[in-house]
């Protein structure tokens, strides 16, 4: 302490006089505050060496500044000492550094200083509103922009965690009001860009940010890089995890985040990391994923149209959409307990055409592919049968664009595998599908086969054979009295074509001519050396085996067929334990079976 007071006594000596103050400008060219500066570090260390652990040093510290009114030693008594001893102060603080000497050091600089500690302590709370008010009423009347500017970056703080929205309001406000004249807020992005960063961490309820007359117009000030930062704060505050669970329809909420939105969306370009784009797309679908009109289905459909307008250059914003649309679609028939009327009706035609014309825009097949197909389903099971044909129509054309390989984290990829478990799950859908009163009733599974039949498919792969017996327990169901399953209030070909025999002829017709073709090529593929091959082959006649056995009616001929496949799979190596479950399957199946099958299949 008696350093301390050393200091103040030679400070107080020699740089108060009309003399030393002469020989600084005249003969040093030095000013005052710069001069007062080069005892910064020394008297920093000697104020935080008193400061540390002792609170009540505070007040004798204050008093005996009082005798010397140095700005800089005041600075540094605020900065030393912690937070809550500056807050339990701050009143008598603010007195000081009205009276402080601006020659000295900067009055805004100590303004700042004290907002710093302010905003980290916690003053009494019938200090809070005492404290900023006696502040504002002097930092309001700076003339110079950028030392109120400093001050209002640290200062906004305080009210977001001290005081209600109306004070946080009202110093919005005044920064306005400041940055507006003569446009200073063009030079002083950054530290507005700061401002909003506050306040959006201390945030959380969007309704009340929104409703605050000074929010939405200080937004409007940003531009370029700044602009898209802010947005991208807004995105990710309107988004975060405290509100994950939260949606909105509010439409003031909506509209503001939605611009937001496009002004992130629009700076992404080809040149933008991969990354950073994935966190723009993560954002941009959390943002739909928490707008929601309840039953206002119209609404909704309209947000999904001003997103896709908005938002659309990201694959996966719009799968998001077209997946958002056919939920509503489904939460419509819901709602209408699954009897539409003329206007529901008309607008679920009207989600499926938002889907229709999405769908072709994205670039990745299988994301069309899989889109097409569920919107298919949602068609189907809202009686919407002509667009359901048009985009399972979509989904054939779709496929011989499929590649025979793709490069998927920079690894080129045989893309079999994905075409093969979609076609199968294009044939599931096939079963409950009508047929066409001029086209025919198989006419889309005997597109589906002339698509498969001229697909370029890799040599030595079974990925045609594959689908082609997929086509099979279709045909199996096509020819059974009523389907496995139904969708509700859709007429399909069991009772389209109930006790039609020319339909069963067809149908007969189309499985033989399968088999055919499947025997045809596994008897080709006999002759491949490769031992990977004659794997694949066991697992197809495998399958074949098991649809043959669990859906052909047993005649001589069919009988003789299982026999010839499971020798064959056994043959060329089939899975063990497949061989034995087939087996077993067989043996299960008593009274349509004869037990000697199994016995024979046993002794192979």
Not at 12 to 27: A, P
Not at 133 to 157: G, L, Q, S
Not at 166 to 186: G, P
């Amino acid at each position: 302490m008696s350093a301390f007071d050393d200091f103040l006594y030679i400070q107080q000596q020699h740089t108060d006089t009309e003399r030393f103050l002469r020989q600084l400008k005249e003969e040093m060219r030095v000013t005052k505050q710069e001069y007062l500066g080069l005892y910064s570090p020394a008297l920093e260390w000697l104020l935080q060496c008193i400061a540390h652990g002792s609170s009540e040093a505070l007040e004798g510290i204050i008093e005996k500044y009082k005798q010397s009114r140095n700005a800089v030693v005041l600075n540094h008594i605020i900065s030393s000492f912690h937070p809550s001893y500056v807050a339990t102060h701050a009143l008598s603080l603010t007195a000081l550094i009205r009276e402080a000497d601006a020659e000295a050091y900067p009055k805004h600089q100590l303004y700042r200083t004290l907002g710093i500690n302010l905003v980290l302590g916690s003053p009494p709370r019938d200090q809070v509103l005492p404290i900023l008010n006696d502040v504002w009423r002097v930092v309001k009347k700076f003339t110079n922009v950028d030392e109120y500017i400093a001050v209002a970056e640290v200062f906004i703080e305080y009210p977001l965690k001290h005081c209600s929205q109306k004070e946080v309001n009202i110093l919005l406000s005044d920064i306005m009001a400041h940055v507006s004249q003569d446009k200073a807020y063009e030079r002083l992005q950054p530290q507005l860009q700061s401002i909003v960063f506050k306040v959006l961490s201390n945030f959380h309820d969007f309704e009340v940010l929104i409703a605050m007359d000074s929010f939405l117009p200080m937004l409007d000030l940003f531009t370029g890089e700044h602009q898209v930062q802010v947005a991208r704060a807004l995105l990710e505050a309107f988004t975060s995890k405290a509100n994950i669970h939260d949606t909105t329809s509010d439409p003031l909420i909506i509209s503001t985040v939605l611009g937001m939105a496009k002004i992130l969306h629009d700076s992404m370009n080809t040149l933008s990391f991969q990354d950073e784009v994935r966190q723009v797309t993560h954002l941009l679908i959390s943002f739909i994923r928490r707008v929601d009109f309840g039953r206002d289905v119209e609404k909704q459909l309209n947000f999904y149209v001003d997103c896709r307008a908005a938002l659309g250059n990201f694959d996966q914003v719009k799968q998001r959409l077209v997946l958002g649309v056919c939920s509503l679609a489904m939460k419509t028939l819901q709602l209408v307990k699954g009897k539409h009327n003329k206007k529901t009706s008309a607008f679920v035609r009207a989600c499926m055409a938002y889907c229709y014309i999405t769908t072709p825009s994205m670039e990745d097949v299988f994301t069309r592919l899989h889109l097409y197909l569920v919107s298919a389903s949602v068609s189907l099971m809202n009686q919407s049968l002509t667009q359901a044909e048009s985009f399972l129509k979509a989904s054939i054309t779709l496929v011989q664009e499929v590649p025979p390989m793709l490069e998927v984290d920079n690894q080129v990829r045989s893309t079999e595998e994905q075409l093969v478990v979609y076609l199968q799950d294009f044939l599931s859908l096939l079963v409950v599908v009508p047929g066409h009163a001029d086209h025919g009733p198989l006419y889309l599974v005997k597109g589906l086969l002339k698509v498969v039949r001229e697909y370029p498919w890799e040599k030595g792969t079974t990925g045609k054979l594959r689908v082609l017996s997929s086509t099979i327990p279709l045909f199996s169901a096509y020819y059974q009295t009523e389907l496995p399953y139904h969708v509700d209030k859709v007429e399909a070909n069991d009772t389209l074509y109930y006790d039609d025999s020319d339909f069963k002829a067809e149908v007969v017709t189309l499985i033989n001519s399968v088999i055919e073709e499947v025997l045809e090529d596994v008897a080709k593929a006999q002759g491949d050396p490769d031992p990977a091959m004659q794997k694949k082959l066991a697992r197809v006649a495998l399958d074949l085996f098991n649809l043959t056995v669990s859906g052909a009616e047993l005649t001589p001929k069919s009988a003789t067929l299982a026999v010839n496949l499971f020798t064959l799979a056994k043959k060329n190596g089939a899975d063990a334990a497949y061989l034995r479950s087939s087996i077993t399957y067989v043996e299960g199946l008593k009274g349509k079976l004869p037990p000697e099958l199994a016995k024979k299949l046993r002794t192979l």
